[in-house]
């Protein structure tokens, strides 16, 4: 007859780990011994390398022009009210107004137009998950994916109808039109509206339903916030509308932190006084205020930025790199002076004994 100590020992044996290499800890282990001579090297190899990459890339960083317009508060044409508190009473309300600005140097090579937003969370769980992918891959679907809820049917003429493009982040479709004009405030500077997007986007993640586009989305209307359909988003280039349209694909590539800026148009080069980019002097900026931000304390900018080697302007790589290479350098040669004046030789260290003094 089994006993309760027989019945512990076999509660014991089973709770045992199985009798394999990992399960009792018995893999091959390396672990590195720590001495002198090895970490003080590693500590000045690190900060030779990390400083002058560092320069180089702020050096690089510093060749980036940029001239950034914060145009939250602009006042509307020939009225002391601003834009923001305009819209704010009729969302669908157009407001426009103007903003002269100089540049003082001359911003050579390309020259790109970007707009900027602040305490905006493009990051937030659900914001980031409010998409219909298969849409946007040109498989309509008069039942878009629950995802979009609550921006996936839209009433029109008294008619629910499924939303394309649904969700959150179409919905919210950056839609101020921003216009540079030249010193006499005649002629625009001429921009691109094309290749603003990654080519990975436009080729594999967005695509247009096969024919007409107007006929292929008959039976669906536009998110609640948007002033015109998916199809007539850029009336002068026909192979911009639809999901292909690279306003949108720019604006569902969501941010990951508050303020970002995001691309919104290159200057045409090829223009007759614009090969060599935007020369110094006076400028105008034309903005249709159409997107608010107030109302989450928000902010909105204009930048106009060339590129270097490296992309845009952004000094935090390289003051990082400096940062750390002297960092290492400094912890190098303050442990170098403690190894040379309190380590022990080869000789002493062979001679201890119990009556050795500890110091």
């Given at each position: 007859?089994?006993?309760?100590?027989?019945?512990s020992d076999q509660n014991v044996k089973s709770r045992r780990p199985a009798e394999s290499a990992f399960k009792q800890q018995r893999l091959p282990a390396w672990q590195p011994i720590l001495t002198a001579g090895t970490v003080l090297p590693?500590?000045?190899?690190?900060?030779?390398?990390?400083?002058?990459?560092?320069?180089?890339?702020?050096?690089?960083?510093?060749?980036?022009?940029?001239?950034?317009?914060?145009?939250?508060?602009?006042?509307?044409?020939?009225?002391?009210?601003?834009?923001?508190?305009?819209?704010?009473?009729?969302?669908?309300?157009?407001?426009?107004?103007?903003?002269?600005f100089n540049l003082s140097d001359d911003f050579k090579r390309e020259v790109y137009f970007y707009y900027g937003l602040s305490n905006y969370y493009q990051n937030h769980r659900r914001y980031v998950k409010s998409r219909d992918d298969t849409?946007?891959?040109?498989?309509?679907?008069?039942?878009?994916?629950?995802?979009?809820?609550?921006?996936?049917?839209?009433?029109?003429?008294?008619?629910?109808?499924?939303?394309?493009?649904?969700?959150?982040?179409?919905?919210?479709?950056?839609?101020?039109?921003?216009?540079?004009?030249?010193?006499?405030?005649?002629?625009?500077?001429?921009?691109?509206?094309?290749?603003?997007?990654?080519?990975?986007?436009?080729?594999?993640?967005?695509?247009?339903?096969?024919?007409?586009?107007?006929?292929?989305?008959?039976?669906?209307?536009?998110?609640?916030?948007?002033?015109?359909?998916?199809?007539?988003?850029?009336?002068?280039?026909?192979?911009?509308?639809?999901?292909?349209?690279?306003?949108?694909?720019?604006?569902?590539?969501?941010?990951?932190?508050?303020?970002?800026?995001?691309?919104?148009?290159?200057?045409?080069?090829?223009?007759?006084?614009?090969?060599?980019?935007?020369?110094?002097?006076?400028?105008?900026?034309?903005?249709?205020?159409?997107y608010p931000v107030i109302d989450f304390n928000g902010r909105k900018s204009f930048i106009i930025s060339t590129t270097s080697l490296l992309g845009g302007k952004n000094p935090f790589l390289g003051v990082a790199y400096v940062v750390v290479?002297?960092?290492?350098?400094?912890?190098?040669?303050?442990?170098?002076?403690?190894?040379?004046?309190?380590?022990?030789?080869?000789?002493?260290?062979?001679?201890?004994?119990?009556?050795?003094?500890?110091?």
């Amino acid at each position: 007859m089994a006993t309760s100590s027989d019945a512990s020992d076999q509660n014991v044996k089973s709770r045992r780990p199985a009798e394999s290499a990992f399960k009792q800890q018995r893999l091959p282990a390396w672990q590195p011994i720590l001495t002198a001579g090895t970490v003080l090297p590693t500590f000045f190899v690190i900060g030779i390398a990390f400083i002058p990459v560092g320069i180089g890339l702020l050096y690089f960083s510093d060749e980036v022009k940029e001239h950034v317009i914060d145009y939250t508060d602009c006042l509307q044409v020939d009225e002391n009210i601003t834009c923001a508190e305009y819209i704010n009473k009729d969302i669908m309300a157009s407001c426009v107004c103007q903003i002269p600005f100089n540049l003082s140097d001359d911003f050579k090579r390309e020259v790109y137009f970007y707009y900027g937003l602040s305490n905006y969370y493009q990051n937030h769980r659900r914001y980031v998950k409010s998409r219909d992918d298969t849409q946007l891959l040109g498989r309509l679907s008069l039942t878009p994916s629950t995802d979009c809820d609550p921006f996936g049917y839209a009433e029109e003429d008294g008619v629910r109808k499924p939303v394309a493009p649904c969700g959150a982040i179409a919905n919210s479709l950056f839609n101020d039109t921003l216009t540079v004009y030249l010193q006499d405030y005649t002629e625009a500077v001429p921009v691109l509206k094309t290749g603003i997007a990654w080519n990975s986007d436009k080729d594999i993640k967005f695509q247009n339903p096969h024919g007409d586009l107007k006929t292929a989305f008959a039976n669906f209307t536009k998110p609640q916030n948007w002033r015109k359909y998916v199809w007539e988003l850029d009336p002068d280039n026909p192979e911009n509308n639809g999901f292909q349209n690279e306003d949108l694909i720019v604006w569902m590539r969501t941010a990951a932190l508050p303020t970002f800026r995001k691309l919104y148009r290159r200057v045409d080069h090829s223009k007759t006084g614009f090969a060599t980019g935007l020369v110094k002097g006076p400028y105008l900026l034309k903005v249709e205020y159409n997107y608010p931000v107030i109302d989450f304390n928000g902010r909105k900018s204009f930048i106009i930025s060339t590129t270097s080697l490296l992309g845009g302007k952004n000094p935090f790589l390289g003051v990082a790199y400096v940062v750390v290479g002297t960092l290492c350098l400094l912890l190098g040669i303050i442990l170098l002076v403690i190894h040379v004046r309190c380590s022990k030789s080869t000789t002493e260290m062979i001679n201890v004994n119990p009556r050795t003094p500890y110091s």
